[in-house]
């Protein structure tokens, strides 16, 4: 899914008690997630801005939580873990939490330590085409295998990938001619 700022969601995502999160699998380390995060916590800061309960308010307390979750098959810290969840807080002080409601969460699923639930290591492997007998993982399977035989979504998702092929061409000229 695109926005209308051009930045690529996987999963988008608003809960009923005030928070959205934004989903989206790596598979190739490009070594710029950490900024890609920051800029995804700001897109979905103006949308959240652009919502009629803000604006009615007028409060940045009534911003919601936002969650920026990349789910990765590769180790993006390189410290083998499967979670790495981080938040703002203070330098000089790591008990003083700033709060301001942004979390980011790197799941990696090739992972060794012993740090999260058999559950979401079970979706971890599936990442990695590995099978489970965990009826989630069973329950995503099916739906995969329903999704890939709907010949209307693989043609929507056929035009959708044209077009970010084409927009992603159009904006590589672009460039081209500004750097000549």
């Known amino acids: 899914m695109l926005d209308t700022r ?16 934004d989903c989206e699998v790596q598979t190739t380390d490009k070594k710029d997630l950490a900024r890609r995060t920051r800029a995804y916590h700001i897109v979905l800061g103006f949308e959240a801005l652009e919502t009629e309960t803000l604006k009615k308010s007028g409060s940045y307390k009534d911003l919601p939580d936002a969650f920026v979750i990349f789910v990765c098959t590769f180790d993006p810290f390189n410290c083998g873990r499967h979670i790495y969840m981080f938040r703002n807080m203070c330098q000089e002080d790591s008990e003083l939490k700033l709060n301001d409601g942004a979390f980011t969460i790197f799941l990696n699923a090739r ?14 492997d599936f990442m990695l085409g590995k099978t489970s007998n965990d009826p989630f993982i069973k329950k995503l399977e099916y739906k995969l295998k329903e999704a890939k ?3 209307e979504w693989r043609r929507e998702y056929m035009l959708l990938l044209m077009r970010e092929q084409e927009k992603f061409s159009e904006e ?3 460039g081209e001619e500004r750097g000549r």
């Open 6 to 21: 051009g930045v690529r969601f996987d999963v988008y995502a608003k809960s009923s008690n005030r928070k959205i999160f």
């Open 149 to 151: 035989s709907n010949a």
């Open 111 to 124: 992972g060794k330590a012993d740090d999260i639930s058999v559950e979401l290591k079970a979706f971890l």
């Open 172 to 174: 590589v000229a672009v």
